[in-house]
């Protein structure tokens, strides 16, 4: 009996199980390989790619809220989110492009009007992201109308405190504290101008029965919203790194 050509994309897996089809892309016009049902972002990392980012952080769900990942994608009439975004065989993936530049640092511009962004009296000065990214993509200044909401610091936990007037919405503490530490202290109320991140029924932070009060929101924040006490001016500096390992972890225990 004749046996079909050997396909290696096709060949069967160790553990039994048949390996996901390989797909060939170009991204910035280097060629490329994926696994079905990578996305866009996961694909351009493993290619040492960069594709700026503040919501998504490796460890965690992904949400695809903050929109600076967008990319340009041959054939499409819109831009697209590249954490959100599955990758096809023989897309065409432009990361880099004065059209994404603006996009970007106007997305920068509208997180910076929004609330109160003042770096020199932020205790993350010098570690947060929202800053970073100002740097790296140029933002000089900021053509927006400031919005300056009232918001208000929650400094009722006995180790960490909450200022509203530096979140940027991202929910990272929200996912962290949800698929990591399985808490879900978190949660969100409001919308638009007026939307925030609240601890249980919007209770005190100091008075919420479910926090454990391990700390992963307050590593996870890329700003100076959630920050431990004590910290003086550019002295929070945030740990993220443990989130792959936990989440690992946390998938043989259960």
């Keep these: 009996m004749a046996h079909p050509p050997f396909d290696p994309r096709h060949a069967a897996h160790p553990t039994g199980s048949r390996p996901a089809p390989i797909l060939t892309l170009k991204i ?9 049902g990578d996305t866009i972002l996961t694909v ?19 949400l695809g809220a903050c929109r600076l990942c967008l990319v340009e994608v041959a054939g499409a009439n819109r831009l697209l989110p590249a954490c959100v975004t599955a990758v096809r065989e023989g897309m065409a993936v432009t990361t880099r492009s004065e ?34 990214l100002a740097d790296t993509l140029g933002m000089t200044h900021v053509r927006y109308d400031y919005l300056y909401p009232p918001a208000a610091i929650d400094a009722s936990h006995p180790r960490f405190s909450v200022d ?10 929200l996912r962290a504290c949800e698929e990591i530490e399985g808490a879900h202290t978190w949660d ?27 700390g992963k929101c307050v590593q996870v924040c890329p700003t100076g919203a959630l920050t431990e006490k004590g910290r003086a001016v550019a002295e929070m500096v945030k740990n993220k790194e443990f989130l792959p390992y936990l989440r690992i972890m946390r998938r043989r225990t259960f």
């Design 28 to 36: 910035d016009g280097q060629d490329v390989g994926a696994r079905s």
């Design 44 to 62: 351009a990392r493993e290619n040492d790619i960069h594709i700026p980012t503040l919501c998504h952080l490796e460890g965690l769900s992904t």
């Design 99 to 132: 059209r994404l530049q603006t996009y970007r640092r106007k997305l920068l511009e509208l997180f910076f009007s929004e609330r109160n962004h003042v770096c020199a009296v932020c205790v993350s000065n010098g570690h947060c992201e929202l800053q970073d």
């Design 164 to 173: 509203h007037n530096r979140c940027i919405l991202c929910l990272r503490c």
């Design 188 to 214: 969100v109320m409001g919308r638009g101008i007026d939307c925030r991140v609240i601890t249980d029924l919007n209770q005190p932070w100091g008075e919420s029965e479910s926090c454990t009060g391990c």
